[in-house]
């Protein structure tokens, strides 16, 4: 019987963070400049398997993924279990760099989407000096609501199946059913109130509006990409994001919100240049 085996890396680690320690997982596979991949609100780092285990990348990457506290094989801090969970852009920020520092990386790069690709801004406004180039997938400046949040954390509905669906909503309808099934089987598996602790973030604190103006792109490049089918990031969103901070777009035909989980032959198509360039950069 033939085995195919994955390269793949899993290990934990207790990490400091805001005087918390916590008990944080993380993948990771290849060598070369850091690149830490930041996963999707409610989900985990499962997101970017393909990413983990194309040989192209890896050569020159050391892909790392680490999923959030209350995320994926990450648990809450010790007696916080029932406590509400919600996410604030310091405590998403403070998480990070944590991570970071705990695994000793000079000047990562880092590529987060949705909510991931939301913090990346911030992380060039608080700490651009801490980054060799960010990457956003989804990227935008503000999401304004539209869904009642209420309804992802009640004890009359099935969080899980209503954060399946609404992650199935925004994929698109071109992406590999495979992908898709295992991207929203992802979002079905999160912990009460975790996506809805998570927008939180993406909906009300992570608000980037009023300080575009003040990111300087000389001190980190930034590269935005993003799919075409999507009503919570639309391109528009992006290319207004795009246009604001002086930088490049690219538009993913045939994508939705999840680029590298519902579609991730057709997303590395994309990404590879990107790595190129940041790469050949220095």
């Known amino acids: 019987m033939t085995v195919q085996i994955e390269p793949i890396t899993g290990r934990y680690a207790h990490i400091d963070i805001d005087g918390t320690s916590h008990r944080i997982y993380w993948e990771e596979a290849g060598e070369g400049i850091p690149l830490v991949c930041l996963h999707t609100a409610g989900s985990d780092g499962r997101q970017y398997r393909a990413l983990l285990n194309d040989p192209d990348i890896t050569k020159e990457f050391r892909v790392m993924v680490f999923d959030m506290p209350w995320h994926g094989k990450s648990s809450p801090p010790a007696g916080q279990v029932d406590q509400p969970y919600q996410l604030s852009s310091d405590a998403y920020i403070a998480q990070i760099i944590a991570f970071c520092d705990a695994m000793a990386l000079d000047r990562p790069v880092a590529m987060g989407c949705s909510i991931g690709g939301r913090i990346v801004l911030h992380l060039a406004h608080r700490h651009p000096e801490r980054f060799r180039a960010l990457i956003g997938l989804q990227s935008s400046a503000h999401v304004a609501p539209y869904y009642d949040t209420s309804w992802l954390d009640r004890a009359d509905v099935h969080g899980g199946r209503i954060c399946g669906a609404i992650a199935y909503g925004l994929m698109a309808p071109q992406s590999p059913e495979a992908d898709k099934d295992e991207t929203r089987w992802h979002y079905m598996q999160g912990g009460p109130g975790v996506f809805k602790g998570d ?63 519902e579609n991730p032959l057709k997303f590395m198509e994309h990404l590879r240049p990107v790595l190129a360039r940041i790469r050949d950069a220095g």
Do not use: N
């Open 199 to 261: 927008m939180w973030f993406y909906k009300v604190d992570g608000d980037m509006r009023d300080m575009l103006d003040q990111i300087d792109t000389s001190k980190v490049p930034i590269h935005l990409l993003t799919g075409e089918y999507d009503y919570s990031c639309t391109p528009a969103d992006s290319a207004d994001l795009a246009q604001r901070l002086g930088v490049d777009l690219t538009i993913m035909p045939e994508m939705g919100h999840f680029p590298m989980s």
